[in-house]
Nanobody, 123 residues
Framework: VQLQASGGGLVQAGGSLRLSCADS????????MGWFRQAPGKEREFVCT????????YYADSVKGRFTISRDNAKDTVYLQMNSLKPEDTAVYYC?????????????????WGQGTEVTVSS
């Protein structure tokens, strides 16, 4: 598994961004995929996750109703659509792959990580 995240940038509050995370390996559909974020001086925190086939999704309360995670297993890519962005969403966003949903809210629940893409929301 080799994950490459992209799509970050600078956006005004209320705007939207779509992040992508592509896997160059051959086993994408066998992994749960998650997004985490880390703001300066803070710990990495869970944002959302999606099951192998995409039927199950889970979100942090802070992004529920604004962010949508999806995946395209034919393209080995997971997406994060972020709407109604707020300054507090500013962070480096990381995609991650894990074997199961057992501990999906925790960093330890994922085995592989992308390099991160920076999102800055201006007020």
């Amino acid at each position: 598994v080799q994950l490459q995240a992209s799509g970050g940038g600078l956006v005004q509050a209320g705007g939207s961004l779509r992040l992508s995370c592509a896997d160059s390996g051959r086993s994408f559909s066998t992994y749960v995929m998650g997004w985490f974020r880390q703001a300066p001086g803070k710990e990495r925190e869970f944002v959302c996750t999606i099951s192998y086939g995409g039927r199950q999704t889970y979100y942090a309360d802070s992004v529920k109703g604004r962010f949508t995670i999806s995946r395209d297993n034919a393209k080995d890519t997971v997406y994060l659509q972020m709407n109604s962005l707020k300054p507090e969403d500013t962070a480096v966003y990381y995609c991650a792959a894990g074997a199961s949903l057992r501990v999906y809210r925790k960093v330890e629940g994922y085995d592989y990580w992308g390099q991160g893409t920076e999102v800055t929301v201006s007020s």
